[in-house]
């Protein structure tokens, strides 16, 4: 890997006079400025001062380099050492401009089949076989070079070129248990059943719905069983979690790498002084519309719905050392609220919703703790659908959800032993044969290890600190219980049978709606 750098630094006064005290300071770049830190005998391959120049107030220089102190580096090593002799020749640097960095022969193990763009900073990058060459434009900043950005964009370049491999191959996935098969009650589509009984009802939006009285006994059914077969025997207490995430959450989480397309958006208002919006008031008023471009200009984007659940209850402990033999192991849920994702590849009635209703199980402690926990919930939950739903489930390894939601198709070549997600997928026999369909996923559990800890600065007083995290939604366990019992109460578990209460049972009058007279439930 190759750097060549041009820059232009420019003072705050004629150097022309300080040619001699500026020329001292530019010879020494050979001898340590720009080789210290490389290691033995790799000097060459070091930044080198390569020419330089000095018209009125401006210092030219070209800079070069191999791998080691690479020429962006030796560029702020270079002005550290000006801006200290400033105090003596009084005048220090005003401005740096990055006229040219190019970095050569960047190698990305494989030959790209596309081409590799960047959005921000760089100008061109060239394919050459399994090498890149990067040519950056001239938007780059000190500040950028200074936050780390050069390195960035390289490891940028490399993944983007990596991603074009398993980009549109499917998910790998590997299994681990397959359960027993079960005798199926119906074939048809739950969701379309419930809407035809009113047991609930689509809203304006996508992928939502109004749940009515009947669901959400079912709903509370699979709670209360949760709770006492999961929760109570392992020792997880409730907390609510917030639903909001600033964008703090998704930067420290990683969603911010690619969460866009997926997420929901909030949006506070700039000015929220009522005559700033009385555009929009006004043409609510005059065409019974809304507005949205008035809007769009009067907000900003100030974080995402909650897409993962667990993400922003990290900022209940950031920066916190928990108290290894009193605190650890942390075990807790959150049943608190929907989360949020905009399901470009489309929604489809209760298995695939945008608003979207998770418990969701969150253990810390340290990694030996971790382990033993997940074993536990993912044991607990196994005896839960098996036993308890009667459900005909398949258990497999992953792809962990925080890799794909940050973009990630495949494992990470620096696994950590222990680290992953297991999925739980159920029949739906609407969709087809065993064999030959697509089931459901209708809960994870994973091992996170150190990453959350690590994000939101984290620590254990005695060792280190691991977090794992369980999610299934009511959608999908009631989708996955439907599809495979059918509606007819009598053949459902008793765990379920004798915990549900409908509305007609109970003999309370049926609500009807004066215009299309409905009954609903
Ligand atoms: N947070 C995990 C997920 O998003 C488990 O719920 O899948
Ligand atoms: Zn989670």
Redesign the pocket.
């Known amino acids: 890997m190759l750097f060549e750098l041009e820059a232009v630094l420019e003072f705050s006064g004629d150097i022309g006079s300080k040619k001699s005290e500026i020329e001292e300071v530019l010879s020494n770049t050979d001898k340590g400025l720009f080789k210290k830190g490389a290691p033995k005998g790799k000097e060459g391959e070091a930044s080198q001062l390569k020419e330089w120049s000095i018209e009125g107030n401006k210092l030219k220089v070209k800079i070069v380099s191999g791998r080691y102190v690479r020429a962006p580096d030796a560029l702020l090593r270079l002005r550290n050492q000006l801006n200290l002799l400033g105090a003596k020749i009084k005048v220090g640097i005003r401005k740096i401009e990055i006229k040219k960095l190019e970095v050569k022969g960047v190698e990305l193990g494989r030959e790209p089949k596309e081409p590799v763009k960047i959005a921000f900073y760089v100008d061109k990058i060239e394919l050459k076989g399994d090498k890149a060459d990067i040519i950056f434009g001239p938007s780059l900043t000190v500040d950028v070079i200074e936050g780390g950005g050069v390195d960035r964009v390289i490891e940028l370049v490399i993944e983007k070129a990596g991603r074009q491999e398993y980009e549109g191959k499917a998910e790998i996935k590997k299994l681990l248990r397959e359960g027993k098969q079960r005798k199926m009650f119906t074939d048809k589509d739950p969701s379309v059943e419930l809407e035809k009984m009113k047991w609930i009802r689509r809203t304006h939006s996508k992928g939502q719905f109004v749940y009515g009285r009947n669901f959400t006994s079912l709903v509370n059914a699979l709670r209360d069983i949760m709770i006492e077969n999961l929760y109570k025997p392992l020792g997880f207490m409730e907390m609510i979690f917030p639903k909001f995430e600033p964008w703090d959450v998704p930067k420290k989480s990683g969603h911010a790498k690619s969460i866009y397309p997926d997420a929901y958006y909030v949006m506070v208002p700039k000015v929220s002084s009522p005559k700033e919006w009385e555009d929009v008031m006004d043409y609510f008023r005059i065409t019974g519309e809304i507005h949205r471009e008035s809007i769009m200009k009067k907000v900003e984007p100030v974080g995402i719905l909650s ?5 922003p209850f990290w900022q209940f402990l950031e920066g916190k050392i928990l108290r290894a033999d009193t605190s650890l192991p942390l075990k807790v849920y959150d049943w608190s609220g929907p ?1 949020y994702r905009n399901e470009a590849g489309g929604t489809h009635g209760i298995a695939r919703v945008e608003e979207f209703h ?1 418990a ?1 199980t969150l253990f810390i402690g340290s990694p030996e703790q971790v382990k033993k926990m997940a074993e536990e919930v993912e044991e607990k939950l196994t005896f839960i659908f098996d036993e308890l739903l009667e459900l005909e489930t398949k258990k497999y390894s992953v792809v962990p ?2 890799m794909a ?1 940050e973009g990630e198709k495949k494992l990470s070549d620096n696994e950590v032993e222990g680290v992953g997600t297991v999925d739980f997928e159920a029949y739906l026999p609407y969709r087809g044969e065993r064999a030959k369909s697509e089931w459901l996923e209708i809960q ?1 559990i ?1 091992i996170i290890g150190d990453k959350y800890p690590k994000a939101f600065s984290v620590k254990s007083s005695k060792g280190e600190l691991w977090s794992g ?4 939604s009511f959608e999908r366990w009631i989708c996955a219980f439907l599809a495979q019992k059918g509606f007819e109460r009598d053949k459902w578990p008793n765990e379920i049978k004798r915990r549900v209460k409908l509305v007609n049972e109970l003999n309370e009058a049926k609500f009807t709606n004066a215009e299309d007279e409905i009954e609903f439930a």
């Open positions: 897409y993962a659940q667990c993400p989360t998770r969701e959800w925080w939601q994870n994973s995290c369980a999610g299934g």
